[in-house]
């Protein structure tokens, strides 16, 4: 039986969203989602970095760089456990970039 965990949590210092959702099954994480979203003062909101499973294989995109989607190797569940830990620990970073990247005011 396939379960189904959503968490969300508001950074405002860094003006970011973070987002997973994870479907396990027997303890196996059978499909994910990790989105990392700007959330600027009028509301306005910008994709920063994802990972998923949503199309059948599991990448990433860095929508400071290219945004184009790069393919990641290995176990739905290590990838999902890797790619948390990356972002948690670089999240103010990769907001930094993308505003540059944009030309967006803050940092």
């Known amino acids: 039986m396939v ?3 959503e968490f969300a949590h508001m950074y405002p210092k860094h003006g970011a969203r973070v987002y997973f959702l994870l479907d396990t099954d027997r303890g196996e994480v059978v499909h994910f989602v990790i989105n990392l ?3 600027l ?3 306005t909101c910008h994709e920063v970095y994802r990972a998923d499973t949503c199309h059948g294989f599991a990448h ?3 929508f400071w760089q290219s945004g184009r989607k790069m393919m990641l190797d290995g176990s739905y ?3 999902f456990m890797e790619k948390k830990k990356e972002l948690l620990e670089n999240y103010p970073r990769w907001v930094s ?3 540059k990247s944009r030309g967006l005011k803050g940092d």
């Open 3 to 5: 379960r189904r965990t």
């Open 37 to 39: 979203v700007l959330v």
């Open 41 to 43: 003062d009028d509301g």
């Open 60 to 62: 990433e995109q860095r």
């Open 77 to 79: 569940t290590e990838i």
């Open 97 to 99: 970039l993308f505003r």
